[in-house]
């Protein structure tokens, strides 16, 4: 059984309310993978910090004119960085449901078995461990992955590696264990 996801990444994809006729409207999981709180608080005092250095350079500036342009960019920056979606999707109409890494797409079907990776264990299964041919969806500060196994022994992609704050949630939605 060959399976072609070629077409699951779509440049403009379509937003999930457009496409119930593959997928329920309503994910059964849901999760974005939000930077840690600290950052927040780290980037706005480089911005800070970076400001203030601007003003002693510069006498002639009005003075909050650094803060105003500054300021947004640790806030572009840092929701950049946050914008990963891991959702899971049930199946309508007999179809098969999907899983939402990111903008990649996979069909709930194509799933053999699910296994979750520790923070400790996540080093090695990114490193010596890794296939290169593997779908990997990490986020540094994220500690726990979830394994997911494919059933197409023809697939070019063995398994997916995706980063996730709760693994024991996802890998019930997905339904295998």
């Known amino acids: 059984m060959h399976r072609d996801y070629s077409g699951c990444v779509s440049e403009n994809p379509q937003p999930a309310s457009l496409r119930t006729d593959r997928v329920a409207a309503a994910p059964s999981y849901s999760e974005r ?10 980037g706005f ?3 800070v910090l970076i400001a203030v250095e601007v003003n002693m350079g510069v006498r ?11 300021l947004p ?8 960085l946050s914008r990963v979606r891991v959702e899971v999707f049930a199946g309508v ?6 899983l939402r890494a990111g903008r990649a797409h996979l069909p709930l079907d194509a799933i053999s ?3 979750i990776v520790p923070g400790t264990a996540k080093s090695a299964a990114l490193g010596r461990q890794l296939d290169p041919a593997a779908y990997v969806e990490h986020r540094t500060w994220i500690k726990p992955m979830v394994l997911i196994v494919l ?5 070019p992609t063995p398994y997916w590696l995706v ?3 709760r693994p024991t949630e996802l890998a019930a939605a997905l339904g295998k264990k």
Do not use: H, N, Q, Y
Request: no cysteine; hydrophobic share 60%; net charge negative.
């Open 33 to 42: 993978l939000w930077v840690p709180l600290w950052w927040w608080a780290a």
């Open 73 to 80: 960019f640790p806030v572009w920056a840092l929701v950049w």
């Open 163 to 165: 980063s996730t704050r």
């Open 45 to 47: 005092v480089v911005a």
């Open 113 to 115: 078995r699910v296994a």
């Open 60 to 70: 002639s500036l009005i003075k909050w004119l650094p803060f105003v342009l500054l």
């Open 93 to 98: 109409g007999g179809a098969p449901g999907e």
């Open 151 to 155: 059933d197409d022994p023809d697939d």
